[in-house]
């Protein structure tokens, strides 16, 4: 049996919401062991002067604790 772990967090980039899906995921798996899904709970972008200037993602990541 799995035990396994859900973390929500914020990731951001100048590029797109692509780049800041993978920098977030690549930076998950700099903290957390075993990282197996990701659910993107929600889109933003900040906007200065008309323009976009950064594109963020909320993920829910998902990790196994234990088999």
Do not use: C, H, P
Not at 17 to 29: K, Y
Not at 51 to 67: D, G, H, P, Q
Request: proline share 0%; glycine share 6%; net charge positive.
């Amino acid at each position: 049996m799995s035990i396994a772990r859900v973390t929500e967090i914020t990731a951001a980039s100048n590029k797109s919401f692509q780049d800041a899906m993978e920098q977030g995921v690549a930076r998950a798996n700099k903290t957390l062991e075993n990282v197996t899904g990701a659910w993107i709970k929600g889109y933003e972008l900040v906007i200065a002067k008309g323009k976009i200037t950064e594109y963020r993602v909320r993920m829910k990541i998902t990790f196994i604790l234990s088999n």
